[in-house]
């Protein structure tokens, strides 16, 4: 089976654009930036959560903490996924205890990511909330978890994947494709 590209649904442009919304609302349901700890999920969210820590910087003038989660012990699929799994450094710069936990991906899927990523937390501390930002929500949910803050919402179909690039992951432009999974 191979991917093949479909469609191009944002560019680097929207991406931005999406980023200093997502901002804005993170510090329009918080009330600021007190308490605030963006975390991260190891790959593609520490880019969007390091540019959403850039935008806040720009709007409110504050610097807000930024911690990168590795979730590989705790996945659900973890046997199926490698023989030897990668695990990589969780780097939290304070205790997530009474914070603000905004938690960021790239793409929200089935929510097991994210419910991964919400067991590692806990094991950190407790945390007053955890919010969820994510560049796109595809649907699809196979857990019963929600975004808090939405770039863009991609219906998609179960042949169809999404491909977020990030410069600082991909070393290419920032942009966004649907992706469609075909037989060979």
């Known amino acids: 089976m191979t991917l093949q590209p479909k469609a191009q649904i944002m560019d680097k442009e929207a991406v931005d654009r999406a980023v200093r919304r997502i901002a804005h609302e993170i510090l329009e349901k918080n009330k600021g930036t007190d308490g605030l ?15 959403l820590r850039a935008s806040i910087r720009e709007i409110e003038g504050a610097e807000v903490p930024l911690g990168v989660l590795d979730i590989t012990l705790y996945r659900d699929d973890l046997t199926t996924r490698s023989d030897q799994p990668q695990v990589h450094r969780t780097e ?22 994210v419910r991964a990523a919400m067991d590692a937390i806990m094991d950190l501390g407790r945390p007053k909330a955890i ?51 075909v037989e060979e």
């Not at 975390?39 to 969007?48: D, E, M, Q, T, Y």
């Not at 939290?92 to 990511?113: A, F, H, M, N, Q």
């Open 92 to 113: 939290i710069p304070e205790s997530v205890k009474g914070k603000k936990v905004i938690l960021c991906d790239d793409v929200l899927y089935t929510g097991r990511t």
């Open 131 to 181: 919010q969820l930002a994510v560049l796109i929500d595809r649907g699809h949910r196979e857990l019963p978890i929600r975004a808090d803050y939405v770039g863009k919402n991609v219906p998609t179909s179960s042949r169809e994947v999404i491909e977020v690039k990030f410069r600082e992951t991909d070393q290419t432009e920032d942009k966004v494709l649907i992706v469609e999974k």
């Open 37 to 51: 700890l963006l975390i991260g999920i190891r790959r593609r969210g520490v880019p969007l959560a390091e540019r």
